[in-house]
């Protein structure tokens, strides 16, 4: 048996914060396993917070400042989060995060230099998960399919409620995966309206009124038309979501909040209904991410489908893309597939991820 001890970083579009997970993935004969052991996340203040939302809009030279900073930033907190609880860590694996996001045109980048992480922490990294399977005209999202397939094989859905709400399920002999809609990045900035960073429990949703020609508007948008490997990224959101929100900017924030809360439940809705084969109340589906705890969101979603819907124990709530991109990065030490051209659209599966620093008491 073969035992890794990995911190997993994940920055998501929310912008909540970094999230580091610590856990162990075990490979045997059997197949691969995993244990969580615990979970952080680190808040960004206001300097991030700006510096990386304004990112896509600045010079090469800031780009590339921010990309090494930040690296030396994440490199610090790792270095803090082992001090603090006095861990043992073979390497790091980290997502970065995500400025720019344009498969359909070949490039994708996130921030967060590996080598600088790797510098600062005193450890190996393995970042850079994604462009090798864009350069294979691939989405080079979602990428935590495979950690699904492989570590929550019991779900016959996974639906991640984040920055964007995305599922991953088995179809027809293989895993599939897309972004179904936007999420948290969506509710987020209406709750900031508000003067808060998110809707807690979905009580903002919970007083507002569903403004249906809103609604209408947002269901009808084009890129809801077809199930396939697919991703969402700011782009859209800034060029074909937001400018139909804007519309309605008049009427009450808590009746946008609410129609928007409808609105992803109505489309992840039909995304399971889309896949399920056989009696869709014996479905199971996993739910993470922030959004998991917005229980008005979570209400509409039972109205609209009849899925049974497993929320677990808060550690994995938080931590299970952190935790599933420490896999990807023990994948990729293995020499194993990491990326499903059946879930990106990509012309191959591949091993994706860049390496930095010593491996060499790790590669047998």
């Given at each position: 048996?073969?035992?890794?001890?990995?911190?997993?970083?994940?920055?998501?579009?929310?912008?909540?914060?970094?999230?580091?997970?610590?856990?162990?993935?075990?490979?045997?004969?059997?197949?691969?396993?995993?244990?969580?052991?615990?979970?952080?996340?680190?808040?960004?203040?206001?300097?991030?917070?700006?510096?990386?939302?304004?990112?896509?809009?600045?010079?090469?030279?800031?780009?590339?400042?921010?990309?090494?900073?930040?690296?030396?930033?994440?490199?610090?907190?790792?270095?803090?989060?082992?001090?603090?609880?006095?861990?043992?860590?073979?390497?790091?694996?980290?997502?970065?995060?995500?400025?720019?996001?344009?498969?359909?045109?070949?490039?994708?980048?996130?921030?967060?230099?590996?080598?600088?992480?790797?510098?600062?922490?005193?450890?190996?990294?393995?970042?850079?998960?994604?462009?090798?399977?864009?350069?294979?005209?691939?989405?080079?999202?979602?990428?935590?399919?495979?950690?699904?397939?492989?570590?929550?094989?019991?779900?016959?859905?996974?639906?991640?409620?984040?920055?964007?709400?995305?599922?991953?399920?088995?179809?027809?002999?293989?895993?599939?995966?897309?972004?179904?809609?936007?999420?948290?990045?969506?509710?987020?900035?209406?709750?900031?309206?508000?003067?808060?960073?998110?809707?807690?429990?979905?009580?903002?949703?919970?007083?507002?009124?569903?403004?249906?020609?809103?609604?209408?508007?947002?269901?009808?948008?084009?890129?809801?038309?077809?199930?396939?490997?697919?991703?969402?990224?700011?782009?859209?959101?800034?060029?074909?979501?937001?400018?139909?929100?804007?519309?309605?900017?008049?009427?009450?924030?808590?009746?946008?909040?609410?129609?928007?809360?409808?609105?992803?439940?109505?489309?992840?809705?039909?995304?399971?209904?889309?896949?399920?084969?056989?009696?869709?109340?014996q479905k199971k589906m996993l739910i993470t991410g922030g959004g998991a705890y917005n229980e008005t969101l979570l209400d509409h979603l039972r109205t609209h489908c009849d899925v049974q819907l497993v929320v677990p124990d808060y550690t994995l709530v938080e931590y299970k893309e952190a935790l599933l991109f420490a896999f990807l990065g023990a994948l990729r030490l293995e020499q194993e597939v990491n990326t499903l051209a059946s879930v990106t659209g990509a012309r191959q599966d591949?091993?994706?991820?860049?390496?930095?620093?010593?491996?060499?008491?790790?590669?047998?």
């Amino acid at each position: 048996m073969r035992v890794y001890k990995v911190i997993g970083i994940m920055s998501g579009t929310s912008m909540d914060g970094v999230d580091l997970a610590y856990c162990e993935l075990s490979k045997t004969e059997s197949g691969w396993s995993y244990s969580l052991k615990m979970g952080e996340t680190i808040p960004y203040d206001e300097k991030w917070r700006v510096r990386l939302s304004q990112l896509s809009k600045q010079s090469a030279l800031i780009y590339v400042k921010t990309h090494t900073f930040y690296g030396h930033y994440l490199g610090q907190l790792c270095r803090d989060f082992i001090a603090k609880h006095n861990l043992e860590v073979d390497f790091i694996a980290s997502h970065g995060h995500t400025i720019f996001h344009q498969p359909e045109v070949g490039f994708t980048a996130q921030v967060g230099d590996g080598s600088a992480i790797s510098a600062i922490a005193g450890l190996p990294v393995i970042s850079d998960f994604r462009t090798l399977d864009v350069a294979l005209y691939g989405q080079g999202a979602p990428l935590v399919p495979i950690g699904d397939a492989k570590l929550f094989s019991e779900y016959d859905f996974c639906l991640n409620l984040g920055g964007f709400a995305n599922i991953s399920l088995e179809s027809e002999g293989k895993r599939i995966a897309f972004d179904i809609s936007p999420c948290n990045i969506a509710l987020n900035r209406i709750a900031r309206n508000l003067g808060q960073n998110y809707d807690e429990g979905g009580a903002i949703a919970a007083h507002g009124k569903i403004n249906y020609e809103l609604l209408g508007e947002l269901d009808g948008l084009p890129f809801y038309k077809e199930y396939k490997p697919k991703s969402i990224g700011r782009e859209w959101i800034n060029s074909s979501f937001w400018p139909v929100v804007r519309k309605y900017e008049q009427d009450e924030q808590a009746n946008l909040m609410k129609t928007l809360v409808d609105h992803i439940a109505g489309q992840i809705a039909d995304a399971v209904e889309h896949f399920a084969e056989g009696d869709i109340t014996q479905k199971k589906m996993l739910i993470t991410g922030g959004g998991a705890y917005n229980e008005t969101l979570l209400d509409h979603l039972r109205t609209h489908c009849d899925v049974q819907l497993v929320v677990p124990d808060y550690t994995l709530v938080e931590y299970k893309e952190a935790l599933l991109f420490a896999f990807l990065g023990a994948l990729r030490l293995e020499q194993e597939v990491n990326t499903l051209a059946s879930v990106t659209g990509a012309r191959q599966d591949s091993i994706g991820g860049a390496m930095w620093g010593d491996f060499s008491n790790l590669i047998k």
